[in-house]
């Protein structure tokens, strides 16, 4: 009896049994990621028509609209383009079912505080390389943020230490992860619910980068613009794919850890949430520069990389369950 390896499952009749696919529907995958693309460009195009950027108005409802832009992508090649259509539509996206139940939901906690962690780590790694310096006695820096806001001192109790006020905020991270979360679901359905698995037969570390890949290019409409980097050109697209193929690979092996999409989506959430951490502990005056300091700039690279190297050197990246399934079901069909 030969047994089919986790990296490179063969082709079955009993295939479509579980979620992954045999091979990849590139038909399928180029219609997703131009959809997805373009209508992250038409969200954004009221942006760009009058010249205004991220200051319009609009920007403030247009960029979560935008993240819904992948799931509707992702649902139209499911239930329209790709062939053979999956026998399980939420299963093939990781929505459902959440089997095992306790693995899914402390695999989901792991994820929603590790990725606050990895912003955290960020700040204070800049801190050692003497790149950034932070107040963690008086937080001056968001003291005078508070103070900007609200001169008169009219909108909150004097009394109320800034420190206080720093610690509810991380308290609240969950909180902020789950409510993030919403929106991060848009984006999750169509890069790790649709994406990964359908770029999986190519193997997992190439089903990782390319779709951590696309995953940045896809933010080339506000990108443009001066969001995130304050690099409104290549040098800014090319930072948002470098830094989503780094985030995608951790948030990528979550998908892949469990076979369901959740824990990427709340953990998404929370490094969105904790992505201001470093103005809530930074000097008064500081000046951050996004390439190096932001949530997505070369520090944060390096924390995720040897979070990623210890994850492969412990050979977390081996352990799918969604395969697992499938060289169960194939095996017998091997004899």
């Known amino acids: 009896m030969s047994t089919p390896t986790l990296s490179d499952p063969q082709p079955s ?24 693309c373009g209508l992250a460009w038409l969200v ?13 108005p609009l920007a403030a409802l247009l960029l979560p609209v935008m993240m819904f832009t992948p799931g509707i992508a992702a649902l139209f090649v499911v239930l329209v383009v790709q062939r053979p ?8 996206l990781g929505l459902w079912p959440l089997r095992p139940l306790k693995r899914t939901l402390w695999m989901t906690v792991f994820g929603l505080l590790g990725s606050a962690l990895l912003v955290i780590t960020g700040v204070f ?37 800034v420190g206080v006020i720093v610690l509810l905020q991380l308290l609240t991270l969950p909180v902020a992860a789950i409510f993030n979360g919403l929106f991060a679901l848009g984006e999750e359905i169509g890069w790790r619910g649709w994406l990964l698995p359908s770029l999986r ?7 990782l ?27 800014g697209v090319a930072l948002m794919i470098g830094g989503c193929m780094f985030y995608g690979v951790l948030i990528g092996w979550l998908r892949l850890r ?21 103005f809530l502990v930074a000097v008064d005056g500081t000046s951050a520069d996004p390439v190096v300091l932001g949530p997505l700039g070369w520090v944060a690279w390096i924390v995720m990389a ?15 369950p969604a395969l697992q399934r499938r060289a169960r079901q194939l095996a017998p069909a091997d004899r």
Do not use: C, K, M
């Open 13 to 36: 009749t009993t295939a479509a049994a579980v979620p992954f696919p045999d091979r990849v529907p590139w038909t399928a995958v180029a219609v997703f990621v131009i959809l997805a």
């Open 44 to 56: 954004a195009l009221p942006l760009w028509l009058d010249g205004s950027g991220l200051a319009n």
């Open 85 to 92: 259509r999956p026998r399980s539509i939420p299963e093939y």
């Open 125 to 161: 790694l800049a801190a050692a390389l003497g790149l950034v310096q932070l107040d963690l006695v008086t937080f001056s820096g968001f003291a005078q943020v508070l103070q900007d806001a609200d001169p008169a001192g009219t909108a909150a109790p004097s009394s109320v230490p």
């Open 258 to 278: 469990t076979g369901s999409v959740w824990p990427a989506v709340f953990a998404h959430g929370a490094y969105n949430a904790a992505a201001g951490f470093l």
């Open 209 to 235: 980068l390319i779709s951590g890949a696309v995953w940045g290019f896809w933010h080339s409409p506000v990108i443009l613009l001066g969001y995130n980097f304050a690099q409104p050109n290549l040098l």
């Open 306 to 320: 040897v979070v990623i190297a210890v994850l492969a050197l412990t050979g977390q990246f081996r352990i799918q």
């Open 201 to 207: 037969p190519l193997g997992t570390w190439p089903a």
